[in-house]
């Protein structure tokens, strides 16, 4: 008959007073692999639903609220040990969107961010907004601890991750970033130095309508061809 990995583990929990010792080594093989399937199981979950194409409702919506719902959402999700500092200077913040999609890659900049802090007492987030000619600007910038030019070459590549897999993170959070991105026709980049903290551009076009992001998505198809 067919025994599960968690039936397994049970069973020679039952029969540990007879293996004595013998059984502790299994057991622990036994965890190692239950765990592997979980967190491999949870992966391909995360990235399947991540790169499903019936995303959020696209509307007009701005910017700054979902900038601001994410750092709500941070603050319980962490401890308030660091600062954050708002500079919202964009005039017009409103773009044809999905604010449910960016509020989640908002979330998952800031939390990167987050934890580059580390244990640091002093630090900080700052979080700004610009119009720049056409183009709707997000910088999230931190003073943590910094990336090489190695990492930042890979930080947007799915299941790379500098943190420990069954630990904190997976991989895909940036990945997930990128991705949200590109289907609203924007780029987003890193500039860090190692000990100096990392900043996060991330620029929107200023759609405003389906009809103008049909234009938009023309235009770029004609500019990618010619």
Known sequence: AHIGFTDLLERLEESEDVLGDKAKPMKEIGKSVVESIKITKGLVKNLMTFS????????QSNIQEGLDNAISMINVMFDHRFQIHKDYQATDPVIWCSLQDLHVAFLNVLKNAVEALGSKE????????????????????????????DIQSRIFQPFFTTKDVGGHGAGLGLWTVYQTVKSHSGNVTVKSQPGEG?????????????????????????????
């Open 52 to 59: 499903q194409i019936n995303r959020g409702k696209f509307t």
């Open 198 to 226: 990392s900043s996060f551009e991330i620029s929107f076009p200023m759609i405003k309508s389906p009809k103008q992001e049909e234009v938009s998505y023309d235009d770029n198809a004609r500019a990618s061809s010619g």
């Open 122 to 149: 002093n630090g900080e987030i700052w979080i700004r907004t610009r119009n720049q000619d056409d183009v709707l600007v997000v910088i999230f910038e931190d003073n943590g601890h910094g990336m090489t030019q």
